[in-house]
């Protein structure tokens, strides 16, 4: 069992930074590959990076590819997610997930936080 809080949401003016944290409990944190998604209001949830086990592959949606960049430190048992360049579209409730394959399919995600709210101004 993981369980999974997120932090570092708010509000920030379009060109700008912020970085959302998820802290998980439990011992077997370093077993995880761990997901960042995010829902926008009257949208699907949607992918936006993932990272391995021990951080030796990332990947990215094209939407955030070259702004956001997602990394872990396995002894903090904490994932993060450095957002850049923010823009108004970029405006969602971010999620934090788990699971034991790498995989960017949200449905194969069995651990889930209970979502940030990340609001960019125009």
């Known amino acids: 069992q993981v369980q999974l809080v997120e932090s570092g949401g708010g509000l920030v003016q379009a060109g700008g930074s912020l970085r959302l944290s998820c802290a998980a409990s439990?011992?077997?944190?370093?077993?995880?590959?761990m997901g960042w998604f995010r829902q926008a209001p009257g949208t699907e949830r949607e992918f936006v990076a993932a990272?391995?086990?021990?951080?030796?592959?990332?990947v990215y949606a094209d939407s955030v590819k070259g702004r956001f960049t997602i990394s872990r430190d396995n002894a903090k048992n904490t994932v993060y997610l450095q957002m850049n360049s923010l823009k108004p579209e970029d405006t969602a409730v971010y999620y934090c997930?788990?699971?034991?394959?790498?995989?960017?399919?949200?449905?194969?995600?069995?651990?889930w936080g209970q979502g940030t709210q990340v609001t960019v101004s125009s």
């Open positions: 997930a788990a699971d034991i394959n790498y995989t960017v399919i949200m449905n194969e995600y069995d651990y």
């Open positions: 439990g011992r077997t944190f370093s077993r995880y590959a």
């Open positions: 990272i391995s086990w021990n951080g030796g592959a990332t």
